[in-house]
């Protein structure tokens, strides 16, 4: 495996970024969540990744390969080469450690990874972005009245009515 080769097929994964952490260090995220680091200069270790308690134990009596420095007690291992393993069984292990932070997502982060990606905000139509006064929003509370509150500064409006009802009640 290579950094181009891990670079494409941890991208491959629905909902994967990637972003240079600490320096120099390509880290890999699904939700905002680390399951793959790979080193992008001459290090002692060249990545590390995720894995479960089984594979974790197994893989660190092999050799070039080490509990990762600062994540082992995550059950994280580390390659100290590129070619420690081959591409075949690298991939799965990649792929597995993707699973394992993705599952520990919450069920809406998960949600959103699976679904296909949809604009951010609907489109409004004319008459919609001309009712009412021009930067509020209209809803009911709880317990059933109506207010007006500004879109932007919500907890403002929110404490000032809230202010208007305890002095009306005195």
């Known amino acids: ?28 995220k699904v939700g905002g969540k680390m399951f793959c680091v790979a080193c992008t ?6 990545m590390s990744f995720k ?8 893989m660190c009596e092999r ?3 080490i509990p990762a420095p600062y994540m082992a007690r995550a059950k994280w291992i580390a390659l100290e080469q590129w070619d420690t393993l081959s591409d075949s069984e690298l991939t799965p292990l990649v ?10 997502l919450p069920q ?5 990874l ?16 001309t009712k009412g006064t021009k930067g509020t929003k209209a809803f009911k509370g709880s317990k059933g009245f109506s207010r007006t509150m500004k879109v932007l500064g919500r907890k403002t409006a929110a404490r000032k009515t809230t202010k208007r009802r305890k002095t009306a009640k005195r």
Request: aromatic share 6%.
């Open 1 to 28: 495996m290579t950094l181009p080769r891990l670079r494409k097929l941890c991208l491959s994964f629905p909902g994967a970024t990637e972003q240079i952490q600490w320096g120099a260090d390509l880290v890999f």
């Open 41 to 46: 200069e001459v290090a002692p270790n060249v």
């Open 51 to 58: 894995c479960d308690d089984e594979v974790f134990g197994e």
């Open 63 to 65: 050799s070039g390969i």
């Open 95 to 104: 792929a597995e450690a993707y699973r394992l932070v993705k599952e520990k």
């Open 108 to 112: 809406k982060t998960q949600a959103s």
């Open 114 to 129: 699976a679904s296909p990606v949809t604009s951010a905000a609907p489109a409004r139509s004319a008459r919609a972005l």
